[in-house]
């Protein structure tokens, strides 16, 4: 008995690491640095209007989202549709990071499929998603009154992941839903 | 059809000495043999077994840009790798820096070869007690 003790200990520590990987889900998808900390701060011209500025002091003192998207994205086009749906329902606002792209699609993109962000900054350099640790759009980051981040989102938004991961973080937080 | 596969192979094979990085270099070799080095250890996060050194996602380029752009700042190796993970994550590094959370990394192989190395002990140990018998030997092979 005794010397089949080892391997069958060895076997289960195995088969509990396969559970662990095979549970995990998308095995890309990179946990944050960021949360449970202070989102960067960031100060970009907004999409409508180089002129204005949209950055971290628009987010203060409450819950918002900035939903990280470009008119190249497939999965921001998936997710659009839910995002305005988030939006018409007067939530949590969405501020968007328009990331690596130009001006005039991305224009012509809010104008076709509608727009549900209270502003977009135009990013079209890269640096600011970076800064943020932005790896493939779309990707949405929850933040905090006190600007910290509660969870980031990989990949479109649906009403599942809102459900499960964004909306008892943002009861949590004292946001209104 | 020999053509095209001589053709399939010529590119095959140039196209492996065409640099990714497209950038002008430092005027300083020693800035220069710092970025490519720093280059090749940064994994591209959207394409995760390359380099960004080896990668033309444009993400790689942009922190090719930010690590030229730091270089040139004078910051140093440490501060660029602090700058990295402190966005990306330990995972960004292909040699992650030894700290607690990567520890479990760093000791795993030296764990794993004392524990190979035990097992072959034992094994060995085991055979050597066991009775030298060339007639069940010569036996167990005729049947």
């Known amino acids: 008995m005794n010397r089949y003790l080892v391997p069958l200990l060895v076997v289960l520590l195995l088969i509990g690491f396969l559970v662990i990987g095979l549970k995990k889900g998308d095995p890309r998808a990179l946990p944050s640095p960021?949360?449970?900390?202070?989102?960067?701060?960031?100060?970009?011209?907004?999409?409508?209007?180089?002129?204005?500025?949209?950055?971290?002091?628009?987010?203060?003192?409450?819950?918002?989202?900035?939903?990280?998207?470009?008119?190249?994205?497939?999965?921001?086009?998936a997710e659009h549709g839910f995002l305005l749906k988030l939006a018409a329902d007067k939530t949590v606002p969405i501020y968007g990071i328009n990331w690596r792209d130009t001006r005039p699609e991305a224009l012509r993109w809010i104008e076709e499929l509608?727009?549900?962000y209270i502003a977009s900054g135009f990013d079209g350099s890269g640096r600011v998603g970076i800064d943020w640790?932005?790896?493939?759009?779309?990707?949405?980051?929850?933040?905090?009154?006190?600007?910290?981040?509660?969870?980031?989102?990989?990949?479109?938004?649906?009403?599942?992941?809102?459900?499960?991961?964004?909306?008892?973080?943002?009861?949590?937080?004292?946001?209104?839903? | 059809m020999i053509r095209l596969l001589a053709g399939l192979l010529?590119?095959?094979?140039?196209?492996?000495?065409?640099?990714?990085?497209?950038?002008?270099?430092?005027?300083?070799?020693?800035?220069?043999?710092?970025?490519?080095?720093?280059?090749?250890?940064v994994r591209c996060l959207k394409c995760q077994n390359q380099s960004i050194k080896d990668s033309n996602v444009f993400l790689a380029a942009d922190l090719r840009r930010e690590i030229r752009r730091l270089i040139a700042e004078g910051k140093t190796d440490a501060e660029i790798v602090?700058?990295?993970?402190?966005?990306?994550?330990?995972?960004?590094?292909?040699?992650?820096?030894?700290?607690?959370?990567?520890?479990f990394l760093w000791i795993a192989p030296f764990f794993l070869v004392l524990f190979g190395g035990f097992a072959i002990y034992r094994v060995v140990r085991h055979r050597m007690t066991l009775p030298i018998d060339d007639e069940t030997d010569t036996q167990g092979a005729a049947h």
Do not use: M
């Not at chain 2, 602090?82 to 990567?102: I, M, N």
């Open chain 1, 34 to 77: 960021f949360i449970g900390k202070p989102a960067p701060t960031f100060e970009l011209p907004t999409l409508a209007d180089p002129e204005v500025t949209v950055g971290s002091e628009d987010l203060a003192g409450k819950v918002s989202l900035v939903n990280v998207w470009a008119t190249w994205c497939a999965g921001c086009r």
């Open chain 2, 82 to 103: 602090e700058f990295l993970v402190t966005r990306y994550g330990e995972f960004a590094l292909y040699r992650p820096r030894a700290s607690g959370k990567t520890l």
């Open chain 2, 10 to 41: 010529a590119v095959l094979i140039f196209s492996s000495a065409v640099a990714i990085d497209s950038d002008v270099a430092f005027d300083d070799p020693e800035l220069q043999a710092r970025y490519e080095k720093l280059i090749s250890e």
């Open chain 1, 114 to 116: 509608g727009d549900p």
């Open chain 1, 133 to 177: 640790g932005v790896y493939g759009a779309p990707e949405t980051f929850l933040v905090g009154p006190d600007g910290v981040v509660l969870h980031k989102h990989l990949g479109p938004l649906d009403p599942r992941a809102w459900e499960e991961d964004f909306v008892p973080r943002i009861t949590a937080a004292g946001g209104n839903l």
